[in-house]
């Protein structure tokens, strides 16, 4: 039997439950994965801007995106205390020889990100952002795991 | 620096055979939309003597993107409704792809992702030069996005049994993953880049857009401007992720670039927040 594999986009949102993997590439957008222990239900949230200017599009920024993610969740029977939260991205150039704003959008989606997470009480259970990798991440739904790929490295993060 | 990398690579460039290969009627093609006394009547009848290449063209001159509603079933009509830029765009389209749309082992890039990249890059820069009232830019910066990493696909064998190194000169040196190349390769992909435009005769301009493009400060006065909208498009693609590779977002954001192309941080980030839609219509051609 093969395991589905899905891709989610920029600026999209997916839910999905066991045994599915969400796939998505990351700049410095941020993947959120949120998880369900007990329903073996989540989502993947691939913003990439941290605040809405564009109420239309929800997913497409960190403080819309994940209250739509936890809502989608309830709505499959899933429950708050036993939802958790792992994040990834947030890259940003290597370099800049400019003080534009355009370089600090990694810096600003992760701090939002983590920021929406404690006010909606999803506890932050690991991190893997910042520095200049892109990052390929792939989020199991059989025990809520996460690969990281970056730079021809490859890490795992069990916690749920 | 690995000699017998470097070695290897001088070989593969001075052999001209082993670099990828571009049919004659397409340099022909670009030269001619700089000449004003072009005929579009030798342009359509330079075209169709290639059928695999206008059965391509007309399926791209009838794609959302480029068609703008109208019916084109012939090249003569293409060249009319479209107009020459537009047409020589879509034939570099059609040219390229067989080049650019498979697996880049090196750079960690699955097929379809180089493609895609240097699509999105494509599109970004020609409506950056649209939006900026460089209309004379928009159809240079398209094909110049195309093909702006067109050296990866050659270097790519090389980085893959070097890329630990390079990787580590980058953040050891803090330099970019492209001056990494350079330093354990011999060579950097824009300059293979440039090599390989130079054995198709592509307009100077062009081999400058794909040789700076991680170097703008270094280019040539005359194409700065060219340069630096194409660098800042490849700089946004990557950012969103669109195409991104183990090189990762290793490379420079030009403050000159910046200036060069005239735009605000609004309007960066506003090119920044457009990279979904732009995802959308570079599926239409892809
Ligand atoms: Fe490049
Ligand atoms: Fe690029």
């Known amino acids: 039997m093969s395991i589905e594999l899905v891709n989610v986009g920029v600026a999209q949102l997916k839910i999905a439950s066991s045994p599915v993997i969400l796939r998505t590439i990351l700049g410095s957008c941020v993947g959120i994965c949120i998880y369900d222990r007990n329903k073996k239900i989540g989502g993947l949230a691939h913003i990439l801007l941290s605040k809405s200017t564009n109420p239309s599009q929800p997913e497409k920024f960190a403080d819309t995106a994940i209250p739509a993610l936890i809502d989608q969740l309830l709505k499959q029977g899933c429950r708050r205390e036993f939802m958790s939260a792992k994040i990834a991205g947030g890259a940003s150039m290597f370099k800049f020889t400019s003080q534009t704003p355009l370089g600090l959008i990694g810096e600003h989606n992760v701090a939002m990100t983590k920021k929406v997470l404690e006010e909606k009480k999803i506890p932050l259970l690991s991190e893997d952002t910042g520095g200049s990798s892109g990052r390929v991440i792939d989020f199991y739904l059989e025990d809520g795991r996460l690969k990281v790929k970056a730079g021809g490295h490859e890490e795992y993060y069990y916690k749920v | ?286």
């Open chain 2, 1 to 286: 620096m690995h000699e017998h990398i470097k070695e290897r690579i001088k070989t593969v460039i001075t052999n001209l055979t082993a670099l990828p290969s571009m049919p004659e009627v397409v340099t022909r093609i670009i030269n001619m939309v700089n000449d004003p006394n072009v005929d579009f009547k030798v342009v359509a009848h330079e075209i169709s003597q290639d059928q695999a290449i206008t059965t391509n063209i007309l399926k791209l001159a009838n794609s959302a993107y480029f068609s703008k509603g109208k019916e084109i079933s012939s090249i003569d009509k293409a060249l009319v409704t479209l107009g020459m830029k537009e047409v020589k765009d879509i034939v570099v389209v059609a040219a390229t792809k067989q080049i650019l749309d498979k697996p880049i082992i090196g750079y960690d890039l699955p097929k379809g992702e180089l493609w895609k990249h240097n699509v999105a890059v494509a599109m970004l820069a020609k409506r950056i030069a649209l939006d900026k009232k460089k209309r004379n830019l928009a159809d240079l910066v398209f094909t110049g996005g195309i093909i702006h990493d067109v050296g990866k696909t050659v270097l790519a064998l090389y980085v893959a049994s070097t890329f630990k190194d390079i990787i580590q000169s980058t953040i050891e040196n803090q330099i970019t993953f492209a001056q990494a190349e350079q330093q354990i390769m011999g060579f950097d992909h824009q300059e293979i880049g440039q090599i390989i435009l130079k054995k198709w005769k592509f307009p100077e301009v062009l081999q400058n857009i794909v040789r700076y493009h991680h170097d703008t400060d270094n280019a040539p006065e005359a194409d700065i401007e060219a340069v630096s909208i194409v660098h800042i498009a490849n700089t946004i693609c990557q950012m969103a992720g669109i195409g991104i590779g183990g090189d990762g977002l290793y490379y420079e954001l030009s403050g000159k670039a910046i200036e060069t192309a005239g735009l605000d941080d609004t309007e960066l980030q506003y090119y920044y927040s457009l990279t979904p839609e732009l995802l959308k219509q570079a599926r239409q051609i892809m």
